[in-house]
């Protein structure tokens, strides 16, 4: 799947208002439908991991 085609899905809030929404590319879509029957909600997960490793990445000096 090409990344122009993940970033013309349509976004849900909780992705539109993340500071973090261009680190994680919307997510897996993949996880959003096994959690909430909706391949277009947020994923639960992709919001944990991304927050954790843009942490890792400012404390190695990788991320502003």
Do not use: H, M
């Not at 992705?15 to 919307?26: P, Q, R, T």
């Amino acid at each position: 799947v090409k990344i122009s085609y993940l970033k013309n899905l349509p976004q849900n809030k909780q992705c539109k208002e993340c500071f973090y929404a261009d680190f994680c590319n919307l997510g897996c879509r993949a996880e959003a439908y096994a959690v909430f029957k909706d391949a277009f909600a947020y994923d639960p997960y992709c919001c944990v991991l991304t927050k954790y490793r843009v942490e890792v990445l400012k404390r190695l000096g990788y991320c502003a």
